[in-house]
């Protein structure tokens, strides 16, 4: 009898204890639950924002550059206009460019005209170098047939080796006055080129993004950044 007592406070103790940890469970799981929100079933737009710090960047950036010297005489834009390609952007004092022009004008014109006093001496020369050749075998003639002296053949052929002296001279100074020509209109080409870069226009339609000089400041060379 008091085994049997014993055994049935084991199974009570044991049958406490077991609900004990059931419950003490239930209470556990029932604060960790998490919240459900119930809303009705419909379409709708969803709408996410994203906020970061950046640079803007263009598609095309050009960077322009003076290729001339000298002081900014105009500047009809900022940073930030629209610009449109062959727009005119800088323009630089072009007296200096103007006058360096003239004078390479005037260089090619003295040319020229030496070239063509070197045709008239040329042609001068032929003149002068046909009447001795045909002097020259006239009295060589003589002198194979002995009608003249020696000394006045040897005067003739000296008179025709002079004229051939002289066309050669003359050929030799149109082609030195050609020359001077090409020379001459090198340096128009030159000044021309200068007297054009000192107006700046934009290369392409787009924003002005830098400007880093001002009116009436001088260059050795100015950039402007555009961009589009």
């Given at each position: 009898?008091a085994t049997n007592k014993k055994r049935k406070r084991i199974i009570w103790l044991a049958l406490i204890l077991l609900i004990v940890l059931v419950v003490y469970f239930m209470s556990s799981g029932e604060d960790e639950s998490p919240e459900v929100t119930i809303d009705e079933v419909m379409v709708r737009d969803i709408s996410k924002s994203v906020s970061a710090s950046g640079k803007i960047q263009p598609e095309i950036e ?167």
């Open positions: 009898m050009v960077k322009i550059q003076s290729e001339v010297s000298g002081l900014i005489i105009e500047l009809p834009v900022k940073e930030g206009d629209e610009v449109e390609k062959g727009q005119v952007l800088v323009k630089i004092n072009p007296d200096v460019y103007t006058a360096a022009l003239s004078r390479a004008e005037a260089a090619l014109n003295s040319a020229k005209s030496n070239l063509s006093s070197a045709k008239a001496r040329q042609a001068q020369a032929q003149a002068q170098y046909n009447a001795n050749d045909l002097n020259y075998k006239r009295q060589k003639k003589l002198f194979d047939d002995g009608a003249i002296s020696r000394a006045d053949f040897e005067n003739a052929s000296v008179q025709w080796q002079n004229a051939s002296a002289e066309v050669t001279a003359a050929e030799e100074s149109i082609k030195s006055a050609e020359f001077s020509i090409e020379s001459a209109m090198a340096g128009v080409n030159e000044a021309s080129d200068n007297l054009r870069r000192t107006t700046i226009v934009s290369p392409i339609n787009g924003t002005l993004t830098a400007l880093n000089k001002e009116t009436g400041e001088s260059v050795l060379g100015i950039n402007i950044v555009t961009g589009k």
